[in-house]
């Protein structure tokens, strides 16, 4: 019983962190009239965050890896509000599928093709394997 309730103490400080980092993106994306979204501007901060417990050698906290594998998992969920609107919409969608179709292909190729290009650029800083290195030295 008692690891139930650490489990839920836990979650709730780390759902509390995810919250305060969206608060802030929205409070400095509100202040500066930035053209980015909000929660979008506190990952990025969570990000900074991160990578400098990194450099300083120290983890992350555990309550922010327990409630963000909580959310992943029930990550399903956050799509039902995007199916009712197509529902809502469906109208629209039918009066309008030509062109909603080709933005959807074209956003999924240039995903694609993004996404390859950061795969290529970035293998340049993963450190090769020994045995992976052509100026092997005798």
């Not at 919250?19 to 009239?33: A, N």
């Not at 993004?114 to 290529?120: E, P, V």
Request: positive net charge; without cysteine; glycine residues 6%.
């Amino acid at each position: 019983m008692k690891a139930n309730k650490s489990s839920g103490i836990e979650f709730l400080f780390g759902i509390t962190a995810l919250l305060i980092f969206q608060l802030l993106g929205e409070v400095s994306v509100r202040l500066l009239d930035l053209p980015i979204p909000g929660p979008v501007a506190g990952l990025l901060y969570l990000l900074v965050l991160l990578l400098v417990m990194g450099k300083l050698k120290r983890p992350a906290p555990e309550s922010l890896e327990q409630s963000s594998l909580t959310l992943l998992n029930h990550l399903s969920l956050l799509f039902v509000p995007a199916g009712v609107g197509v529902m809502v919409h469906f109208q629209r969608l039918q009066e309008e599928w030509l062109p909603i179709t080709v933005a959807l292909f074209l956003g999924v190729l240039i995903t694609m093709a993004t996404t390859a290009l950061s795969m290529k650029f970035l293998m340049r800083f993963i450190e090769k394997t020994p045995d992976q290195r052509t100026d092997k030295k005798a």
